[in-house]
C-alpha cells in the first residue's frame, strides 16, 4: 500500500513555485541542523520528506518506501554514506536521484565513484540551485520553468535542533577515550560549524579529523573542541 500511496503522489503536477511536487524525498542526516535546513527546501518545493539519521533507520525506511530521490550525509554514526549510496545506484529499479552531501568537499570524488548522481557540500546550497541539482537529473518532462527565490527565503539553523547536536557531540567527546569515535564526531561538527556559519567550530573539527587517530594530538584535540561544544551549549540555553 506505501509504495501505490507514492505512486499516486508521484503523478502530481510540478510547478514553478513547487518544482519538486510529486516526489519523495529520503534524507539520510544524522544532524539535526542539517536535516531541518533539508526538510524545510523540501518542503518548499513540494516535495514529501522522510528522514533517517543512520544506516540502520535508512535501511528501514527502504523496505517500505520508494523513494525518488535520496540525499545521503558521507559521515553517519554507524558507518559511511558511501555504502548506501553504492548500494541504492546498484538497486533495480535505481532510485532516480541520488545525491551525497557532507561538510568535507574533498569527499566529492568518493561520492561520485560511489555512484551519485551530484554532491551537494554543507553549508547547503541557496534554495533555487538546490532545486536545479535535483531537476536537472530527473527527466525533461518532469522539470518545470523555476521561479527565483530570494535569498532571505533561505532557511536559518534551528536553534533547537543546534542545542541538540551540539549536546550529542558533547556525549561522543565526553565519553571514556576507548568508546568513542573521534573521527565521526569531528566530521559531524563539521558539518554543524559550516551549517551554522560557525568557522572556529568547524576549523576546529577540521584539525580533529586531519589528527592521527588515537595520538596524542587528537586527545588534545578532542579536549579543545570539547570545551568548544561546552561553550556554544552555554549560549545556546541563554538564546533560547
Known sequence: MPHMVDEFVFAARPTAERPLLGQTVLVV?????????????CLRSGARVRRADSL??????????????????????????????GELAQRRPRVPVLLAMSGAPEAEAAAMSAGADAFLAKPLMPLPLFQRTILTQLPAEQRPPLRPVAVEDQPAPDPLALRDDLALAADVLNAPSEGRNLRYVGGFLLGIGRCADDAELGDAALRLIRAEEESAEARQRAETLAAMVQDRLAQTRVAI
Open 29 to 41: 542526516e544524522d544532524s539535526r541542523v542539517a536535516g531541518e535546513a533539508v526538510r524545510l527546501m
Open 56 to 85: 540502520r533507520a535508512a535501511g528501514r525506511h527502504l523496505t517500505t518506501y520508494r523513494p525518488s530521490v535520496a540525499l545521503v550525509d558521507l559521515g553517519l554514526p554507524d558507518g559511511s554514506g558511501l555504502e548506501l549510496i
